[in-house]
């Protein structure tokens, strides 16, 4: 199939959950069909205008307005979706990017015009979150928020009702889905977020104590990692772990590592026990040094690319119950505890599955990305020749 896909993201190097989600599917879907990829970008974006990467066709195309929207957004006037206007005036000139008449095309929430506008005989509505929930929980701070909430539940309704299937990250966006915009269970497809497995391997015993040496961690001393994307969900996290997780451990042999852009946020900050990592798109050094991954959550959207990243590499996972939505599969590999309770089970020293010298869990191996792929590859083509949406992706369809 020549599948065409849509996003306002720069999807590689993917170093944001979005991205992420975004080019580790394409690169799954890639492996078997042909992939071109649409990413509207601002003016300051400096990559490649066309390349192909791990076989998706990149186009990337600035758009203006998105660097207006984003300043409207920081200056907490309007939220950055208001660049969905722009994109779908141009939808027809934005469809005409593309190589040629495609098979399917999947279109994120903000270039969700496409849907319209391109001339596929499937249309997909690739959704990260169920964005009207993940607006009211994460940017109340924006001018009338009630009024945006409203303008984005309209979008989000007409991206659903254009699409024939709408893919979700889990099974609770999937009931959110059919509750708020009476979604057919058979239009959705829930396919889980994952991990790259060309970047995120266990370490083998030398590269773990060169990760934890280069670190300064003593052998003794148990590292717990936090990754996260500078977001305020993720701010408020990190600052749980500097507030209250962390400071009853000092002393106690316990280090923490803050990397990804999140570490923007430690400016002026610091401990003995915090160890900020510079913002780097390769998180292995960390992954390899660590003992546990943390993600102490408890708003946000969609589910948590770090959950499958850190257990990919061999990690304990802590996470609070909201921090595992989406990753039901997962729950046995995870302890699964309430903020306030974090401290003690981290006092515990959890030992992740390498740890206790075991083979990667089946159902971890099963999110890496270019597996989830594969397999909303075969539910698309399953679709395009006429049967039901009752193939599963990493989890199911339908569910």
């Not at 469809?95 to 496409?114: H, I, K, S, T, W």
Request: net charge positive.
């Amino acid at each position: 199939m020549l599948i065409h896909a849509a996003t306002d993201n720069d999807i590689h190097p993917p170093t944001f959950g979005g991205a992420q989600r975004s080019f580790g599917l394409y690169r799954g879907l890639a492996r078997r069909h042909q992939v071109e990829a649409l990413c509207l970008v601002p003016n300051r974006n400096r990559a490649p205008r066309d390349e192909t990467v791990a076989g998706v066709r990149i186009l990337r195309r600035k758009a203006w307005y998105t660097s207006l929207t984003w300043r409207l957004e920081q200056a907490r006037l309007a939220p950055m979706f208001l660049a969905a206007a722009g994109h779908a005036a141009g939808a027809g000139r934005l469809a005409r990017e593309f190589g040629g008449p495609a098979d399917v095309v999947l279109a994120d929430l903000n270039l969700a015009g496409l849907l319209g506008a391109d001339r596929a005989p499937l249309r997909v509505y690739t959704s990260h979150n169920v964005e009207y929930d993940h607006f009211r929980m994460t940017k109340a701070a924006v001018a009338a928020p009630g009024f945006w909430a409203g303008r984005l539940r309209a979008l989000e309704a007409r991206a659903v009702e254009r699409a024939h299937l709408t893919v979700v990250c889990g099974d609770e966006d999937a009931a959110r889905m059919r509750e708020l915009y009476g979604v057919e269970g058979g239009k959705v497809v829930v396919a889980p977020n994952g991990y790259d497995e060309t970047m995120v391997r266990p370490p083998a015993p030398e590269e773990r104590a060169r990760a934890r040496a280069a670190l300064g961690i003593a052998p003794q001393e148990y590292l717990a990692l936090f990754v996260a994307s500078d977001v305020p969900h993720n701010r408020a996290a990190l600052g749980a772990l500097l507030g209250h997780v962390m400071p009853p451990l000092a002393g106690a042999g316990f280090r923490l590592v803050v990397a990804g852009s999140i570490v923007r946020a430690l400016a002026g900050r610091g401990a003995p026990w915090l160890v900020p990592y510079p913002e780097s798109p390769d998180l292995a050094p960390v992954l390899h040094a660590a003992d546990a991954g943390l993600n102490p959550v408890s708003k946000g959207g969609g589910s948590n690319v770090k959950v499958p990243t850190y257990l990919a590499a061999g990690l304990a996972v802590l996470t609070t119950p909201f921090g595992l939505r989406g990753y039901a599969g997962l729950a046995p590999w995870v302890t699964s505890v309430p903020l306030e309770q974090m401290t003690e089970a981290l006092r515990a020293r959890p030992a992740g599955w390498l740890a206790r010298g075991l083979p990667m869990p089946a159902p971890v191996a099963e999110h890496a990305w270019g597996r989830l792929g594969e397999r909303l590859g075969e539910v698309l083509e399953a679709r395009r020749q006429g049967a039901p949406a009752g193939v599963a992706t990493a989890g199911r369809a339908g569910a």
